[in-house]
């Protein structure tokens, strides 16, 4: 476990979808972004920020016609091959800069969740669940919070249970 600053008293995540440029229709991925501005935080809840810009660093292309790697493959992107265009699939990507912006270009790309860590004698755990884009956006991030040692087991149970009978709203552990 990461030694913690004790003059931490707070610390915010934030657990959003991102858009990159791609033909897939998996073109989002989830995105995690720790906040340092406390006063982003009432701004969030109030839902004034709560879109999210980011810049990607794409590592690899791949084709949509073999799903080969662009630079080795025979096809020329934007032409059509039999009853297939060619186009550029993203691969290998990673997200380099993330803000957090009143109006997203993407309004699915925005702020699904937010983690409230209060450190405390017995840390405080608030959880709060704004729209989500499909169903499984919370349970991936109540999941990853879990895996990046954010949230204890106890708490991970306690809010996949309370966000499987309320889609959106604010849940406190313990
Ligand atoms: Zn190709």
Redesign the pocket.
């Known amino acids: 476990m990461k030694a913690r600053n004790p003059n931490e008293m707070m610390r915010t995540f934030v657990f959003g979808s991102a858009q990159y440029a791609s033909p897939d229709k998996d073109g989002y991925i989830s995105v995690e972004l720790k906040i340092t501005n406390e006063e982003m935080v009432s701004k969030i809840v109030s839902g004034e920020y709560r879109g999210l810009s980011v810049a990607w660093k794409v590592r690899k292309w791949e084709?949509s016609?073999?799903h080969?790697n662009?630079e080795e493959?025979?096809?020329e992107v934007g032409r059509r091959y039999d009853d297939l265009i060619?186009q550029m699939i993203a691969r290998d990507i990673q997200a380099i800069e993330l803000s957090v912006v009143s109006v997203p270009q993407d309004p699915r790309c925005r702020i699904i969740d937010m983690l409230v860590v209060r450190n405390r004698k017995n840390p405080e755990y608030i959880w709060y669940g704004f729209r989500v884009n499909t169903e499984l956006d919370r349970f991936k991030n109540i999941q990853k919070a879990y895996e990046r040692g954010l949230i204890p087991a106890k708490a991970t149970f306690f809010f996949s249970k309370f966000f499987s009978i309320n889609s959106e709203g604010k849940a406190v552990f313990p």
Do not use: S, T
């Open positions: 084709c016609i073999r080969e662009l493959c025979p096809h060619c």
